[in-house]
């Protein structure tokens, strides 16, 4: 079998089901369970690379394939999922239909971009410390539920238009050239926390409803699961 199989990549792969089972949840309306599991997610990936790193005898093609399976995962996880999510919470339209191309389009650029950089071991500063070109694309594990957190305390309308701001900002940072050093451990674990928060109050009170528009091709055969 091709491939290199070791413990390193684990995570990226819970993460990769994890969005996956999301995406099935999201298109029957079990939105709660879709944004959970876009955070659990998010959540594997910031410890992804820590696992990795321990390993200390990994060959330099396992490196290189570590690093091609975690941007792989992270189109699925954190491009398309997202993009799925909120194109079924509303985000439609010609508007919408736009400002999730260009979400995707730039999630991939950025993606890209980053496994250049990191072959090269150009994205470390003189100081010796590493951080990233434009918004690192697991951000929306944690915007995304804090947008959805929200639905609660505002009309639908307003909901609609936060996920419509809430793609384009995030995608629109992808791509914007500017340094945003890499988190430490505190802070990352004040983002945990912050993510935590927003899912008990996510579960605990929004009731946010899919609208079934008739007409939809799909929907008789959706009626019957």
Not at 7 to 18: A, E, G, H, M, N
Not at 166 to 182: D, Q, S
Not at 199 to 216: A, D, K, P, V
Request: glycine share 6%; aromatic share 14%; hydrophobic share 55%.
């Amino acid at each position: 079998m091709i491939g290199f199989y070791n413990y390193s990549v684990i995570l990226t792969y819970i993460s990769l089901i994890s969005s996956v089972f999301g995406m099935t949840q999201a298109i029957h309306g079990r939105f709660k369970i879709a944004v959970f599991c876009l955070a659990l997610s998010g959540l594997c990936d910031m410890f992804d690379g820590k696992i990795a790193r321990s390993m200390k005898n990994r060959t330099e093609d396992e490196k290189s394939f570590g690093i091609q399976i975690d941007s792989l995962c992270d189109v699925v996880c954190f491009g398309v999922f997202p993009a799925m999510i909120c194109y079924l919470l509303g985000v439609r339209g010609p508007v919408g239909l736009v400002i999730i191309a260009l979400y995707c389009v730039n999630s991939v650029i950025r993606l890209a971009y980053f496994n250049v950089m990191e072959m090269k071991g150009a994205l470390v500063s003189e100081e010796g410390e590493k951080y990233y070109k434009g918004l690192p694309i697991t951000s929306m594990a944690v915007v995304l539920p804090l947008v959805f957190m929200i639905q609660f305390f505002v009309s639908d309308f307003v909901f609609v238009i936060c996920l419509h701001l809430a793609l384009l900002v995030v995608g629109t940072l992808f791509v914007v050239n500017f340094r945003f050093k890499k988190p430490k451990n505190s802070t990352l674990a004040v983002l945990v926390a912050v993510v935590a928060a927003a899912l008990c109050i996510m579960l605990l009170r929004t009731r946010y409803r899919i609208e079934f528009r008739h007409g939809w091709p799909w929907l008789p055969w959706l009626r019957k699961l």
